[in-house]
C-alpha cells in the first residue's frame, strides 16, 4: 500500500523555523522526483520545491527562495523541506507528492500524503 505520510506542521511566529518530513512507504521513492506542494484556503495547490532523483537536482517557487531548503534520504524513505524566515502568506496545508513516468506501464505515478497544517502568525 502506498503511503505518504507528513509531520511537523504547527504554529510558528513570523520569522521562526519549521521543518516537515514525509515517510514514504510502499513504493521505491529513490525512483521518484520528490517535491512538496501546499494549498492556503482559497486558493489552488502550488509547487513550493522539488528534488530530483537519483541527481538530487532541487527547484523552487520563487517566494521560497533562500527561505527554504527540500532534501531526501533514499536509505531511509524520507524527503525534508526545512522551512525558515516563515512569513505569515506561508500558511497553508502542506503536502508531500510522489511523481514518476512508468515507461513500462506507460503510466504516470502520483501520490500524494494527506497533508500537514502550517500557521504562521503572532
Known amino acids: 500500500q502506498v503511503q505518504l505520510v507528513e509531520s511537523g506542521g504547527g504554529l510558528v511566529q513570523p520569522g521562526g523555523s519549521l521543518t516537515l518530513s514525509c515517510a514514504a512507504s510502499?513504493?521505491?521513492?529513490?525512483?521518484?522526483?520528490m517535491s512538496w506542494y501546499r494549498q492556503a484556503p482559497g486558493n489552488e495547490r502550488e509547487l513550493v520545491a522539488g528534488?530530483?532523483?537519483?541527481?538530487?537536482?532541487?527547484n523552487y517557487a520563487d517566494d521560497v527562495k533562500g527561505r527554504f531548503i527540500i532534501s531526501r534520504d533514499n536509505a531511509k524513505n524520507m524527503v525534508y523541506l526545512q522551512m525558515n524566515s516563515l512569513k505569515p502568506e506561508d500558511t497553508a496545508v502542506y503536502y508531500c507528492?510522489?511523481?514518476?513516468?512508468?515507461?513500462?506501464?506507460?503510466?504516470?505515478?502520483?501520490?500524494w500524503g494527506q497533508g500537514t497544517r502550517v500557521t504562521v502568525s503572532s
Open positions: 507528492n510522489a511523481k514518476r513516468y512508468d515507461i513500462i506501464a506507460a503510466t504516470l505515478r502520483d501520490y
Open positions: 510502499g513504493f521505491t521513492p529513490s525512483l521518484y522526483a
Open positions: 528534488i530530483t532523483s537519483p541527481t538530487g537536482s532541487t
